[in-house]
């Protein structure tokens, strides 16, 4: 039996956008099937099926807009991963997180949550981690935590710093979890 691929695994994204897909299609096409259902039964628009197919557009719409979201980002690229995953498996770690500020849309590599620090490595953000850490600060300072946020743009940057804390002592694991938790919740 598969194991069920959780927000933050390296496949989430990839197993995402296929379920998104899926979902929209088969939408889409239980609406035209209750509206050829209808015309063909009645041989007019003016049909009880029609009006069914027609608010059966409306979650089709909603997957649909779900699904050009997770077809735009990509998560975590194998070459990235390969890169990270030795430094990042000693951590409480996430790949592929997507988080929107109020000025753009960020993708983070990978990301680590350890004794009220967390860090990422942004993919396609030179230099701009500076908005990311003041936001994620503020999210996580109004749900009553306190962190230290950093985002690197460069890779060999992330992970000289992740082995800098990698030997220090998990002080509050419990914590740890709950400010995971909230970058899930707040990520694509």
């Keep these: 039996m598969t194991q069920k691929v959780k927000q933050g695994d390296i496949e989430y994204f990839n197993k995402k956008r296929q379920r998104e897909v899926i ?3 088969v939408y889409f096409g239980v609406s035209l099937s209750l509206f050829i259902a209808g015309y063909a039964a009645t041989k007019t628009k003016a049909n009880l099926l029609t009006i069914v197919a027609v ?9 649909c807009v779900s699904m050009i979201l997770y077809l735009r980002y990509h998560g975590c690229s194998r070459e990235d991963h390969e890169f990270l995953k030795g430094t990042l498996e ?18 983070v590599a990978g990301c680590i949550v350890k004794n009220g620090y967390i860090y990422g490595c942004l993919t396609n953000h030179k230099d701009m981690g500076t908005d990311l ?19 690197f743009s460069n890779k060999e940057d992330f992970v000289n710093r ?8 998990t002080e509050n694991e419990e914590n740890d979890e709950k400010l995971m938790v909230l970058l899930h919740q707040i990520s694509l």
């Design 23 to 25: 979902k929209t299609v």
């Design 55 to 63: 608010l059966g557009l409306l979650p089709a719409s909603k997957s």
């Design 90 to 107: 000693h951590f409480k770690h996430a790949y592929g997180l997507v988080f929107t500020s109020y000025k753009t849309t960020y993708e």
């Design 133 to 151: 850490e003041e936001h994620i600060a503020g999210i996580v300072k109004q749900n009553g935590y306190q962190a230290t946020v950093g985002m």
């Design 162 to 169: 992740l082995k800098q804390l990698q030997d220090k002592e």
